[in-house]
């Protein structure tokens, strides 16, 4: 089965400062990779998603990530953190029929 | 367009007494469901999907069970909640042969 490791369970960056939110998954097969945001109380919200093609994906609200199949790594980055983006950030891998998502990664961000 | 409705958005229960989360889509038809559990600090973990009416699969042996009555209906229940039962609840919907998942809002249950 699919399995996905967001090694920081914890980050805490400074407005305006750049972003990168680290993710590993182990899959077999072709992955089909996502990032969902978490606000506190609430439903996850897709950011993007990885399926084919093109490896560096834009998403919204300004978030990127780039898929390496050498590294089996889709990490999330944003250029430059907005107050508004303390949340949770989940990275999720797709197979058959679930999806397994890491742990999660906390961002804070500090004024 | 396709919405997904979860209800209560919160809820508070005694240890033992009985547990009922509804689920619904609208939108949309023969869609694949899903019940996801977020422990306090800890991840996702897949409770049940369901590929259609009547079909469940359950991915980790506990407390809990999952029914789908109807196409777009998918209900998560206890006869007794234990104190481990705590969580928020996520139900979230997929179409078949389609890749993305879209998630509810949520419920937060706490056993007391």
């Known amino acids: 089965a699919q399995s996905v490791t967001q090694p920081d369970i914890h980050i805490t960056v400074s407005e305006g400062a750049s972003l990168e939110l680290r993710c590993n998954y182990s899959?077999?097969?072709?992955?089909?990779l996502f990032w969902y945001v978490q606000s506190p109380g609430q439903g996850l919200q897709l950011l993007l998603k990885y399926f084919s093609g093109d490896t560096l994906v834009q998403g919204i609200k300004g978030f990127e990530a780039e898929f390496k199949r050498s590294q089996s790594s889709f990490n999330l980055r944003k250029p430059s953190v907005h107050w508004s983006d303390a949340a949770e950030y989940f990275c999720?891998?797709?197979?058959?029929?679930?999806?397994?998502f890491g742990a999660g990664t906390r961002l804070t961000v500090k004024p | 367009s396709q919405t997904i409705h979860q209800w209560p958005a919160t809820l508070v229960q005694p240890v033992g007494s009985p547990l009922s989360l509804e689920c619904t889509v609208e939108?949309?038809?023969?869609?694949?469901l899903y019940w996801y559990r977020q422990a306090a600090g800890r991840g996702l973990q897949l409770l049940f999907y369901s590929v259609g009416i009547g079909q469940i699969s359950s991915e980790v042996p506990q407390n809990l069970s999952a029914s789908r009555p109807q196409d777009r209906q998918f209900i998560l229940s206890s006869k007794k909640l234990l104190l481990s039962d705590s969580g928020f609840y996520l139900c979230?919907?997929?179409?078949?042969?389609?890749?993305?998942?879209?998630f509810g809002s949520g419920t937060r249950l706490t056993v007391v």
């Open positions: 899959y077999g097969a072709t992955p089909y």
């Open positions: 939108g949309t038809s023969n869609p694949n």
């Open positions: 999720a891998v797709e197979g058959n029929n679930d999806m397994r």
């Open positions: 979230a919907w997929s179409v078949v042969g389609a890749r993305g998942y879209t």
